[in-house]
């Protein structure tokens, strides 16, 4: 079954710098890969995703690149915020797949 | 339009006795996905219903555990005879289809169970 790696586990950068998340994936047929943001107290909520179709896809700060031959994607946050101290957690899946498998999360701290 | 609903937000139960958890998906969502998160890790998948219907449990512990998601009501997580290991964050997802091919996973706030 497919298995999600995601690093660094906690990550504290400095206010308007990037923060950058990535993961690896195992099962080739993984073709959707989303990012959620967990803030304290709360349930995941999705915040940019990805499919295998293409390789890079923005939303204002948030950034998302997908290297399908090495398995490997990654989360860019740049101009970092406050607000964006939370836990990130990427994942895969693919079209026949009956879950969504789960990295095991980065702690972001943004220091003032 | 509300959420997927989850209750109890918070539950104490003692060694031995059993947790009922209740989860309503989003209106006209009949895809239930149960993730369990342990204090200071990631979510791991337990268990994927559609009405009536267990389509994946490979999450789910083999003993004390079952799920089901009927015709009319919400989908309930039962933990038979918990054990202090059982402690953790228990979220409900729903989607209007398969994960994998509609998307976005839309999750409650979680229950959070303890076991004394």
């Known amino acids: 079954g497919e298995n999600v790696e995601q690093h660094p586990s906690t990550l504290s950068v400095q206010e308007g710098d990037s923060a950058v998340i990535k993961c690896t994936y195992s099962d080739s047929a993984s073709n959707y890969f989303p990012w959620y943001k967990q803030e304290l107290g709360k349930g995941p909520q999705l915040i940019i995703d990805?499919?295998?179709?293409?390789g890079e896809k923005k939303d204002q700060r948030i950034a998302v690149t997908l290297n399908k031959t090495a398995k490997h994607f990654s989360l860019h946050i740049t101009e970092t915020q406050p607000e964006d101290s939370a836990v990130y957690f990427c994942?895969?899946?693919?079209?026949?797949?009956?879950?969504?498998?789960f990295g095991s999360g980065t702690r972001l701290s943004i220091r003032p | 339009n509300a959420g997927v609903m989850q209750n109890p937000r918070h539950l104490v139960r003692r060694r031995g006795q059993e947790a009922r958890l209740r989860c309503s998906p989003m209106?006209?969502?009949?895809?239930v996905y149960w993730y369990r998160q342990l204090p200071e890790e990631g979510l791991k998948f337990m268990v994927y219903l559609q009405k009536e219907n267990i389509i994946d449990e490979s999450g789910m512990p083999k003993e004390r555990f079952s799920a089901e998601f009927p015709k009319e009501g919400p989908s309930i997580l039962r933990i038979q005879q918990v054990v202090r290991g059982d402690s953790a964050a228990y979220f409900c997802?729903?989607?209007?289809?398969?994960?994998?091919?509609?998307?976005?996973?839309?999750f409650g706030e979680g229950s959070r169970l303890t076991v004394l």
């Open positions: 990805i499919r295998s179709n293409v």
């Open positions: 997802a729903s989607s209007p289809g398969l994960a994998g091919v509609t998307g976005e996973l839309f």
């Open positions: 209106k006209g969502h009949s895809h």
């Open positions: 994942a895969a899946s693919s079209s026949s797949a009956s879950k969504i498998i």
